[in-house]
Antibody
Framework: QVQLQESGPGLVKPSQTLSLTCTVS??????????WSWIRQPAGGGLEWLGR???????SYKPSLESRVTFSVDTSKNQLSLKLNSVTAADTAVYYC???????????WGQGTMVTVSS | DIQMTQSPSSLSASVGDRVTITCQAS??????LNWYQQIPGKAPKLLIY???HLGTGLPSRFSGSGSGTLFTFTISSLQPEDIATYYC????????FGQGTKLEIK
């Protein structure tokens, strides 16, 4: 069964770059065609879709974040990556990765990783 | 962006009650609407996809309906383990979520 696990530094300084990894286990990213999304959730807040990357590497980003965010996929490590630059306190949130098999519904989620932006 | 408006934002009900949550899209999204359950401290879980299809292995007390701009999510008989926040999400365009409905036991 496919499982996702996010990882990264829990604390990032303002104006720096937030870098997260999502490790996929129980299946190969490259064995089937799928979208992989990133979602975040501030404490006590709702869910915000940040964007997604297809197995082939093509991406779609939330328009308001497009200038700051980059997704990538490393099939050799079975990992997805998120980079968000010029972070502010508003980027403080739990970040999730999730599988989206056909660009429709997010059927498998990681447990999430908390990121705090603070000096 | 397609805006998703959920109501109510919070709801208190008794065990055994029928519970209904509504989600309205700012434009026609056909049946491209999913529902998620988020138990406190946990990741969201997909319950209903394409408006009315129940996820594999999930209890039949959960159901969804609707098309176009108006959708409903129903729990036919509320159980204590259903305490959570529920979100709708449209998939007709770049995904957007409703603001969530927090469900509590009365």
């Amino acid at each position: 069964q496919v499982q996702l696990q996010e990882s990264g530094p829990g604390l990032v300084k303002p104006s720096q770059t937030l870098s997260l990894t999502c490790t996929v286990s129980g299946g190969s990213i490259s064995s089937g065609r799928s979208y992989w999304s990133w979602i975040r959730q501030p404490a006590g807040g709702g869910l915000e879709w940040l964007g997604r990357i297809y197995t082939t590497g093509s991406t779609s980003y939330k328009p308001s974040l497009e200038s700051r965010v980059t997704f990538s996929v490393d099939t050799s490590k079975n990992q997805l990556s998120l980079k968000l630059n010029s972070v502010t306190a508003a980027d403080t949130a739990v970040y999730y990765c999730a599988r989206d098999p056909v660009g429709d519904a997010l059927d498998i989620w990681g447990q999430g990783t908390m990121v705090t932006v603070s000096s | 962006d397609i805006q998703m408006t959920q109501s109510p934002s919070s709801l208190s009900a008794s065990v055994g009650d029928r519970v209904t949550i509504t989600c309205q899209a700012s434009q026609d999204i056909s049946n491209c609407l999913n529902w998620y359950q988020q138990i406190p401290g946990k990741a969201p879980k997909l319950l209903i996809y394409d408006a009315s299809h129940l996820g594999t292995g999930l209890p039949s007390r959960f159901s969804g309906s609707g098309s176009g701009t108006l959708f409903t999510f129903t729990i036919s008989s509320l159980q204590p383990e259903d305490i959570a926040t529920y979100y709708c999400q449209q998939c007709d365009d770049l995904p957007t979520f409703g603001q969530g409905t927090k469900l509590e036991i009365k």
